[in-house]
């Protein structure tokens, strides 16, 4: 078992910045590829990013690229996920999740393990 708990959202002006973390306990953190997704109402839940078990592979998804930028920290057993320059289509519960496969990580339902969410509204 992996447990998740995301921490970071919050109520930000467009343009503004925000940084999500996810602690991790359990399982040992570094055997998982590590993702992030959201979701927004009334929507499926989006792949936004993705870091392999070693950190040195990341994916971004083509909306976040160039404003958000994923990292860990195998020693604190922590997710990061920092987002800048944010628009108000980045709004929605964001969703940490664990998986084997970096290969898979783009995949919603390929994941293992999911945290509670935390809730990002961007105000235009």
């Known amino acids: 078992q992996v447990q998740l708990v995301e921490s970071g959202g919050g109520l930000v002006q467009a343009g503004g910045s925000l940084s999500l973390s996810c602690a991790a306990s359990?399982?040992?953190?570094?055997?998982?590829?590590m993702g992030w997704f959201r979701q927004a109402p009334g929507k499926e839940r989006e792949f936004v990013a993705a870091?392999?078990?070693?950190?040195?592979?990341?994916d971004y998804a083509d909306s976040v690229k160039g404003r958000f930028t994923i990292s860990r920290d195998n020693v604190r057993n922590t997710l990061y996920l920092q987002m800048n320059s944010l628009k108000a289509e980045d709004t929605g519960v964001y969703y940490c999740?664990?998986?084997?496969?970096?290969?898979?990580?783009?995949?919603?339902?390929?994941?293992?393990?999911w945290g509670q969410g935390t809730q990002v509204t961007v105000s235009s």
């Open positions: 359990g399982r040992t953190f570094s055997i998982y590829t």
């Open positions: 999740g664990a998986i084997p496969y970096y290969s898979e990580s783009r995949t919603a339902n390929r994941y293992e393990y």
């Open positions: 870091v392999s078990r070693n950190g040195a592979s990341l």
